[in-house]
């Protein structure tokens, strides 16, 4: 995941340094010219729309962590005798076929056990 938020970084700021080396070497050659309307209507809604761009991807970023960083209840559920045993666990930490519970252990659960998660409020 870190890669790919360096990555698009890394792509916005190469964008923005091509942008500025364009911008001097067109001063160097020419005289520069008044922006028209247009030019400037296109860079104001490029701006908009990289702005908007950025909330939405920092608020992905945001619902994700808060998403796996949420602590359910596990009910385990021996299917031979129906015996219950109810342990808590970040959503982040939960497998497959097993879990490690906010105190530290980890549950692997055996062929008979079912794992039932129930999300805490």
């Known amino acids: 995941m870190i890669i790919k938020i360096l990555f698009t970084i890394t792509v916005i700021l190469s964008g923005f340094a091509f942008i500025k080396f364009r911008q001097r070497r067109q001063l160097l050659i020419t005289e ?10 296109f860079k104001i809604v ?3 729309i990289a702005i908007l761009m950025s909330i939405a991807v920092a608020f992905m970023l945001w ?3 808060r998403d796996r960083t949420i ?7 021996n299917v031979n005798n129906q015996q219950t045993t109810e342990y808590r666990a970040f959503k982040k930490d939960i497998n497959q076929r097993s ?3 906010l105190d530290g252990r980890q549950i692997i659960l055996a062929p008979i056990e079912r794992m039932e998660i129930i999300r805490a409020e």
Do not use: G
């Open 32 to 41: 520069p010219a008044e922006p028209s309307p247009l030019t400037q209507a």
């Open 46 to 48: 490029a701006l908009v």
């Open 63 to 65: 619902d994700q962590w």
């Open 71 to 77: 602590s359910v209840l596990i009910e385990v559920v």
């Open 99 to 101: 879990f490690i519970t």
